[in-house]
């Protein structure tokens, strides 16, 4: 899997689900979520980021509750993927589920913020050229990802456009 270059958006550790879909406006479809998106640590990200561009950020990334909105909007506003150490087990699922692709990669904290990277099969190649491995990826969840989601793949499958 190569890719266009991407422009990151930097992120700092524990970034969490109401962060990313605030509470305050779940009441609202995704569209109106997603205007709100990381608005109390980047006010600019909902208005500024464009389709295809990437979350870099720490450790624990997608705490907090259950809520898929929060993998949801980062779908909604374009996002190609997010890269961290680790993810929240929920945010996780949730995540693939929906079709965003999230790559583990403990040294994702090297990539630097506005830094332009091409994610391989086998991790993200900075714009330095360096080479930050990340952790493989089951097919079914890449397949996932390629489907734009997981009711997508289903829909798929159901009308016998892909194979088990």
């Known amino acids: 899997m190569t890719t266009e270059k991407s422009y990151v958006w930097k992120l700092g550790a524990d970034i969490d689900t109401d962060a990313l879909a605030p509470g305050a406006y779940m009441k609202h479809g995704i569209d109106v979520i997603a205007q709100h998106c990381l608005e109390a640590i980047r006010p600019d990200f909902a208005t500024k ?6 979350l ?3 450790p624990n990334f997608g705490i907090g509750s259950s809520r898929e909105q929060a993998a949801g909007v980062l779908v909604h506003l374009g996002i190609k993927a997010v ?4 993810f929240s087990g929920l945010f996780f699922r949730n995540a ?3 079709g965003l692709l999230l ?3 403990a040294k994702a904290e090297q990539i630097q913020e506005a830094e332009s990277v091409n994610i ?3 991790g993200i190649q900075c714009a330095d050229g360096k080479l ?3 952790h493989p990826i089951p097919d079914f969840l890449m397949n ?3 489907a734009g989601g997981l009711m997508n793949l289903l829909k798929l499958r159901s009308q016998g456009k892909l194979h088990a």
Do not use: E, I, K, R
Not at 49 to 54: E, I, K, L, R, S
Not at 83 to 86: E, H, K, L, T
């Open 132 to 134: 930050l491995t990340c």
């Open 56 to 58: 870099v950020a720490g």
């Open 83 to 86: 890269v961290a150490p680790s």
């Open 120 to 122: 391989l099969s086998n």
């Open 103 to 105: 790559l583990t990669c």
């Open 49 to 54: 980021v464009q389709p295809g561009d990437v």
């Open 96 to 98: 693939f589920n929906l």
């Open 144 to 146: 996932m990802v390629a």
